[in-house]
Structure formats: C-alpha cells, structure tokens
C-alpha cells in the first residue's frame, strides 16, 4: 500500500505534509503534489498534515478519485523523474500528469 494525493490538492498544493514526510517522497508538480509510490514507506505521518483532505491511503482512496492511484504514479513517469531518491534534490517541477494539467481550474476569487 501507499499513500495517494487525490484532486483536491490541484491548485492548493498547501505543502503541508512535505515536512511531516520522513523519506521526502512527496514532490511539487506545477498544479499539483504527487507522492512517489517507489518512495513512500506508507508510515502515513502526511495524511493529517493536510489541510485539504487530499491525501489518502490507497486503499480507502475514494471511489470517485481512484485514476489518482495511476496519477501520482504516472507523474513520474511523464516528467523522465522515475524514483530520484527525494524530492528536496528535485525542487518544483514546471510540469504536471496530463489529467491534472488538463483539470479545470476554478475561477479565480
């Protein structure tokens, strides 16, 4: 199992639960935080920090966000990252799954 950061994080991108991540498996894509699956030791320690409900464990991850399981996955995939052993020697990434950079964004306040 691993931790999944579904749809409700696409535009917050809060960080929150960056710090509380003990392997820095959590990496910044443009609209959106994705964790790396190859990289989560499943510990949980980032699903309280976040303030938008966004992160579940894949197994309770919520009928309607289940594509976020093969997102967060396929994020690393579509961005040439693969498993680059933390995100702090990454940084933000100027890029995005396809689905999430295709996501409607909501009208600004």
């Not at 199992?1 to 579904?6: A, F, L, R, S």
């Not at 976020?68 to 961005?79: L, M, P, Q, R, S």
Request: hydrophobic residues 40%.
């Amino acid at each position: 199992m691993t931790y999944v950061i579904g749809p409700t994080c696409i535009d917050v991108k809060d960080a929150s639960c960056v710090s509380k991540c003990p392997v820095d498996c959590i990496y910044a894509g443009e609209r959106m935080l994705y964790i790396n699956p190859d990289e989560c030791i499943d510990c949980g320690a980032c699903e309280p920090a976040c303030p938008v409900e966004a992160i579940y464990p894949e197994t309770f991850l919520p009928a309607e966000y289940q594509e976020f399981t093969d997102i967060n996955a396929g994020f690393f995939e579509v961005t040439g990252l693969k498993a680059p052993g933390g995100a702090a020697g990454v940084g933000p990434v100027d890029a995005d799954h396809p689905v999430v950079g295709a996501w409607p964004q909501l009208p600004a306040t």
